[in-house]
């Protein structure tokens, strides 16, 4: 029994470990990645860019199939993005990175989604080295009121 209790213990200690970390930042951040492992040779007039794209974690879990439902953020053809977070930045947020192959008539063929919150795109020796998403640094700092009285009424 005693046995029982102690790997229960062990099993509740290490769950966090399994969840999503938040990587806290004040307004913006910039996203780095690798790219793919192969990359297609490119002919005369091709290229290829990374997309960007932003989940609100207000909506739930984000989608890791594709980009559907996601927020278009940006295009770049570097291995890392600056990103300036939405209007409300109060808001949490995963990220999504996809490469795309442009040929020269504009036939676009994208790559694999990959989004910091799925265990398969992030490298465990990176920081953090889990899922992740990014969140706002914390509230603003409010001072106390001063000088309480009564209206006298």
Avoid: C
């Avoid at 600056?82 to 930045?89: A, F, L």
């Avoid at 992030?122 to 001063?146: C, E, H, Q, S, W």
Wanted: charged share 20%.
């Amino acid at each position: 029994m005693k046995k029982l209790i102690l790997i229960f213990l062990a099993l509740m200690l290490a769950a966090p470990l399994w969840g999503q970390y938040q990587i806290l930042y004040k307004d913006n951040f910039t996203i780095q990645y690798d790219p793919p492992a192969e990359l297609p040779d490119l002919l005369p007039g091709e290229s290829l860019v990374y997309r960007v794209w932003l989940w609100d974690m207000a909506q739930g879990e984000p989608v890791v199939t594709g980009t559907a439902d996601w927020t278009y953020y940006a295009e770049t053809p570097s291995l890392e993005q600056y990103v300036i977070t939405p209007t409300d930045p109060r808001r949490e947020y995963a990220v999504g990175i996809q490469l795309v192959h442009i040929r020269t008539d504009l036939v676009e063929t994208a790559g694999y989604f990959a989004v910091t919150t799925n265990p398969d795109d992030i490298d465990p020796a990176g920081n953090p080295g889990v899922p992740f998403t990014y969140a706002p640094a914390g509230l603003p700092m409010l001072g106390k009121v001063r000088n309480l009285r009564d209206s006298g009424m």
